[in-house]
């Protein structure tokens, strides 16, 4: 590579005057294991993103043939985060000059290696991949691939790149959550990787731990939460999959974003400011089914800045927007700004009763909509009482709001 060398520590030598920037030792499979597959997760600076990043950098330079095709399930979503990654660190190491922009296409000028952007959603409940006329890509790097709705969805573009002029590397970069999820259901066992696939997969599970270059007052701040929050430490901080939580309300909702044509539109509404976020959630629903995702989650939105967001998303008078009665004010403001809103009535025992309308809906999720399933995760029953924690509940009050109908002119939990 120009004017420096990017080795693993294992490879360092000191003596080297030239820039050197070093992989973590645990990064080395990508550069000497032969597997197909490269399963890579991590959890607080354990640095997965970051040498992931490196690695295809790396190959862009390679005098190699070399073809990176780097997906997420969202287009829109690649713009802001890996891809964002993968342009600061080439001007970081001074790269611009080798390089040229084709479209989302980053092109070495000096061998004609590329990276491309790819993007995949579900369609008519089948996946659905478009290989963009790519010819013989050499790695596909699916980003945030947590948000792959199902396996079918993976399996599918897996098998539309392939390689006929020699290896193909297939990178996973995800974030364990539950072990409810597909990913864990297929490649681990026991919380660790299921034998079975050894021959040909790689797994790679980094933290802190792994990274000598962190602060040691951050290291010890973290391990100090190991005793503080032990859930909070082994989720956030060490990156581990988690049990489905003791009393968790909620356990079957599915990923997916494919909403009926003739559902019915609600725009749900739970008003916050400093502590507490103001969600806003696009639901759908029809019969039994209900489809939900976010389109703000957030604090310190003023009612105008809240009227922003919803003309953003293209939320207009037509839309009925359901929010919480207890803000009377925030309603009548948006009102004024043009929307069609109206409260949602907190009658006695209305939150139980909304939960039980919820757990009677057969519920699916936007893959990338993280603060709803996060909520998921964690809203549970209080150990001993018949009702929910006052936490975890922004998104779900929120989705609670939209199963209301008109009655008399009124809202209310729908019967």
Request: proline share 5%.
């Amino acid at each position: 590579m120009p004017r420096a060398m990017y080795l693993t520590d294992m490879d360092h030598n000191p003596t080297r005057e030239e820039p050197v920037f070093r992989f973590l030792d645990a990064y080395a499979p990508l550069f000497y294991f032969p597997h197909r597959y490269f399963l890579i997760s991590g959890g607080r600076a354990g640095g997965k993103t970051y040498n992931t990043v490196a690695y295809c950098i790396y190959k862009l330079f390679d005098p190699e043939y070399c073809r990176i095709v780097i997906a997420r399930y969202t287009q829109r979503s690649i713009k802001s985060s890996i891809y964002r990654d993968i342009i600061d660190l080439i001007e970081k190491w001074g790269l611009t000059s080798f390089i040229r922009f084709e479209g989302e296409d980053i092109v070495n000028i000096q061998n004609g290696n590329r990276m491309m952007t790819h993007s995949f959603k579900m369609t008519d409940k089948s996946a659905i991949a478009k290989s963009k006329g790519i010819a013989n890509p050499t790695i596909l790097l699916i980003d945030e691939a947590q948000e792959l709705p199902n396996e079918e969805a993976f399996i599918v573009l897996n098998d539309s790149f392939r390689n006929t002029q020699g290896h193909t590397q297939i990178i996973l970069l995800f974030n364990p959550e539950s072990k409810a999820h597909w990913i864990y259901k297929r490649w681990y066992l026991n919380s660790k990787p299921n034998p079975i696939w050894l021959d040909d997969h790689c797994f790679i599970h980094t933290t802190y731990k792994d990274n000598p270059y962190i602060d040691p007052l951050k290291v010890r701040e973290w391990e100090r939460m190991r005793d503080i929050d032990p859930k909070y430490y082994s989720k956030h901080i060490l990156g581990e999959w988690q049990e489905i939580a003791e009393g968790q309300i909620f356990d079957n909702w599915k990923a997916g974003w494919d909403p009926d044509p003739e559902a019915k539109r609600i725009i749900a509404i739970d008003f916050g400011f400093s502590n507490d976020p103001t969600a806003v959630i696009d639901c759908r629903m029809r019969n039994t089914k209900l489809w939900v995702r976010e389109l703000f989650y957030g604090t310190s939105m003023t009612n105008q800045d809240l009227a922003e967001i919803l003309k953003s998303n293209g939320i207009t008078r037509a839309d009925t927007i359901i929010a919480d009665s207890a803000e009377p004010k925030s309603i009548e403001e948006l009102r004024r700004a043009g929307f069609t809103v109206r409260p949602a009535i907190k009658g006695p025992d209305s939150v139980r009763s909304g939960i039980s309308k919820l757990l009677s809906k057969e519920v699916y999720v936007d893959p990338s909509s993280k603060n709803i399933w996060n909520e998921y995760e964690n809203y549970r029953w209080m150990q001993g009482v018949n009702r929910p924690i006052d936490e975890y509940n922004h998104a779900m009050d929120a989705i609670r709001y939209a199963l209301s109908g008109e009655t008399s002119g009124q809202y209310v939990l729908m019967r």
